[in-house]
């Protein structure tokens, strides 16, 4: 190939990955089996009926084409993968296809993880793992992870330390994934420190994903966006110097006669309103007037200290979002994404993968899975190169969907059907309900 034509064939691959003739990161799940029973799993919903089931090789071995272009390979979904015991299978034969750039690893409870198996994974190739830890006391880490105490959590980083000087693999990243609730939050910054100082290189911090209704009780975050919280503090503070109590608000609006005080209060409002369309922020003025912002400001403390351990530490840390960002982005679908479930179904990201309820924006709200093929019958990069999907893909780029929950009809019926078929911007793709994308909630990708 001459030098001319290698250039040309460089320009012509499009600088969006979600736009490219093959993804650039696969998730991959190698089990829906786990040995766990953490409170805050969508497994533990009552109404999750999905069948469990493992991967097996001729599935995997259908995604091999694809294998060739990855940066990234994820080996997990909503089971523990130290189940499958093919797992060193799978990444030993990625591992010969995929770039030397590129890098595969996955989550996990380490509860299998014995010096042995540790040892095994690191010659097949693999490159980082992410060991799950939600509290750095007894009582807090047992009460979340049913069926796990720490010493497990201390025995898997120690067998993990060790196989890197038998494998002479000191590149190997080993990190932890740390869910935030309001019972566990204040342990974050000693949990993190007590992870680093036993080999633990990054760490994932993710807020909890409320399945069940009584979860909403744990969540440590607001579904109010950061603009929408800023303007309306602005406007408050201006409210407050001039004495006017914009918190009467919903007390007098539909007042028939109204005092000039009153008044006052409903024009100061109108003129938060008008401010926030001229800007594009979407105003849920009920919940902006009764949110707690001392709790608000407490997380934010947390999350201050932790990011001083880290820095003091040298870990690698990603923080959520204490609040929705106005401003989304799908990173799953930007970074050219997509998800496999253990009987080779394919899907566009997190959020679609499985079935489940969510009770993420403050009311439930059916999830169904978005399935695009199956590997077993197509081919990984027929699947990819669809119409449906790349449509689909295009779609979710524009951001062109509602903030369902900023809006003062929610929950509609729209999103509340069982069976999704629109959103109010006629969109077949349910992203408006979503808060992966506000930066809520993080996984490793």
């Not at 038998?166 to 007590?194: K, T």
């Not at 028939?256 to 979407?282: L, M, T, W």
């Not at 880290?310 to 840390?317: E, F, H, I």
């Not at 401003?327 to 496999?340: D, N």
Request: with cysteine.
């Amino acid at each position: 190939m001459s030098i001319q034509s290698s250039a040309a064939l460089q320009w012509d691959v499009p600088p969006v990955p979600a736009l490219r003739e093959y993804p650039s990161r696969l998730f991959v799940e190698t089990t829906s089996r786990c040995n766990l029973s953490c409170v805050m799993c969508m497994k533990q919903n009552p109404d999750h009926t999905a069948c469990d089931g493992d991967l097996d090789l001729q599935t995997f071995t259908a995604l091999e084409p694809a294998f060739h272009n990855l940066e990234a390979l994820v080996l997990n979904g909503v089971g523990e993968p130290l189940l499958n015991t093919r797992l060193e299978q799978f990444i030993g034969r990625a591992k010969k296809l995929m770039p030397t750039d590129s890098w595969i690893g996955f989550q996990t409870n380490g509860l299998l993880l014995t010096n042995m198996r540790a040892v095994t994974l690191l010659d097949a190739g693999l490159d980082r793992i992410c060991l799950s830890m939600d509290g750095v006391d007894a009582a807090t880490f047992g009460a979340i992870r049913a069926g796990s105490q720490l010493p497990d959590l201390e025995w898997a980083l120690k067998a993990l330390a060790s196989a890197k000087g038998v494998c002479s693999r000191p590149d190997l990243q080993i990190g932890v994934e740390y869910v935030v609730m309001r019972d566990n939050i204040e342990q974050l910054p000693a949990a993190l420190e007590w992870a680093a100082e036993r080999g633990a290189s990054f760490a994932i911090v993710s807020h909890l994903h409320p399945f069940d209704e009584p979860h909403l009780n744990q969540c440590a975050y607001d579904i109010c966006t950061d603009e929408a919280i800023q303007l309306f503090q602005t406007w408050k503070s201006k409210a407050d110097i001039v004495g006017v109590d914009i918190l009467r608000y919903f007390e007098i609006l539909w007042k028939y006669s109204k005092s000039p005080d009153e008044q006052r209060i409903v024009d100061f409002v109108e003129a938060i309103k008008s401010d926030a369309q001229d800007r594009g922020i979407v105003l849920d003025l009920k919940r902006l007037f009764n949110m707690d912002y001392t709790r608000l400001e407490e997380t934010l403390a947390v999350f201050d200290r932790a990011t001083e351990i880290a820095g003091r530490t040298g870990l690698d840390l990603r923080l959520p979002e204490i609040v929705r960002r106005e401003r989304r982005g799908c990173t799953f679908v930007e970074q050219g994404g997509a998800f496999i479930s253990w009987d080779g179904r394919m899907h566009p990201c997190y959020h679609l993968w499985h079935q489940c309820r969510s009770f993420a924006n403050g009311w439930l709200h059916p999830v169904q899975s978005r399935v695009f093929g199956s590997v077993a019958e197509s081919g990984v990069l027929e699947i990819w190169n669809s119409k449906e999907f790349r449509t689909y893909r295009e779609n979710v780029q524009r951001h062109d969907y509602p903030i369902c929950s900023s809006c003062n009809c929610s929950p509609c019926d729209l999103v509340q059907k069982d069976a999704f078929a629109q959103d109010c911007y006629a969109n077949a793709e349910p992203c408006g309900s979503c808060l992966w994308s506000s930066g809520v909630f993080r996984c490793l990708d």
